[in-house]
């Protein structure tokens, strides 16, 4: 049997740099667990529009639908501002999700013990905090008709619309209830029913699948202000949220500060599980593309190899080296090692991306 496959599309800013390091955890667990992977790496994003004129290339999108895993690290920067809305780095991004039909977006925000302190919520908000957004990933208003800027009279309007069908609602919400039960076994589901149609049968079919095929899970329903409010007053009340593509956008950003850093969080976009039940899949840090820092040494690597442990467990049934290698970034960070993003008010000297590479990379060695 051949080994399983990655397609590994570092993109823009520094995806490159943090993408560097997960090649080389990729490596370790191939030399030290024989776990081996079949690696090739490709152009996404103005890293692919530069080269091919587009933000994701055709042979590129078919390899994507190929292989076992897609590890993507960001897209996007200040050089691609003015492109067309078509081919903008994002475009790229959102093909893959779409086409690969990606609709359940996992983003954990967990708080890792040393960086309780790193929040700017109050410590005993936060510590200890292990929840999970799923976010709904290929429907709603950032892909509903009619959509675009056209005149009416002599102003320009915009339109987008939301809109979900109720299979798609319904498949988002399995995959929350099923995650809840290998949790606290709890989903709060969030929209506006209160102001959106849309919203209104958001809340139905959750509640109807629930009824029908999860019983046992408790659920609960938030307006997705209320929830915004709640993630940041109460966090740990929550276990598993799950809701649509655009509240799903910012509730997870909100949700990533509380751990800290947004440098810390991971996610995994999965869609429906083929015939030996290994679900389409890409995995990518929840943090952008960084122009800021782009280049410096200074971007923090552990989201991007934190999607790479999802990847060990949703994608290769590798549970047990995917905590590997969560351990061993939770043990650096007890160890006081810091990128940049990291620093609290104490100071210290952060140390760089390779440095923090190298480090995680000797903690994995010590967990043999
Ligand atoms: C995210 C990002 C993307 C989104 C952008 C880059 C298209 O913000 O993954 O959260 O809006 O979904
Ligand atoms: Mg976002």
Partial sequence: MSNPSILILPGDGIGPEVMAQVTRIIDWFGDKRDLK???????????????????????????????????LGAVGGPKYDNLDFSVKPERGLLRLRKEMDLFSNLRPAQCFDALADFSSLKKDIVSGLDIMIVRELTSGVYFGEPRGIHKEGNERVGVNTQRYTESEIARVARSAFELARKRSNKVCSMEKANVMESGILWRDVVQEIHDAEYPDVELSHMYADNGAMQLVRAPKQFDVIVTDNLFGDVLSDCAAMLTGSLGMLPSASLGLPNAEGRPKALYEPVHGSAPDITGQGKANPIACILSFAMALRYSFDEGEEATRLEKAVEKVLADGVRTADLMGPDGGTPVSTTEMGDVILAALDASL
Avoid at 42 to 70: F, I, N, Q
Wanted: proline content about 3%; glycine content about 8%; cysteine-free.
């Fill in 37 to 71: 992977f079949d690696v090739e790496t490709d152009l996404v994003g103005g890293a692919a529009y530069d080269k091919h004129g587009v933000p994701l290339s055709d042979e590129t999108m078919a390899r994507a639908m190929e292989v076992d895993a897609v590890l």
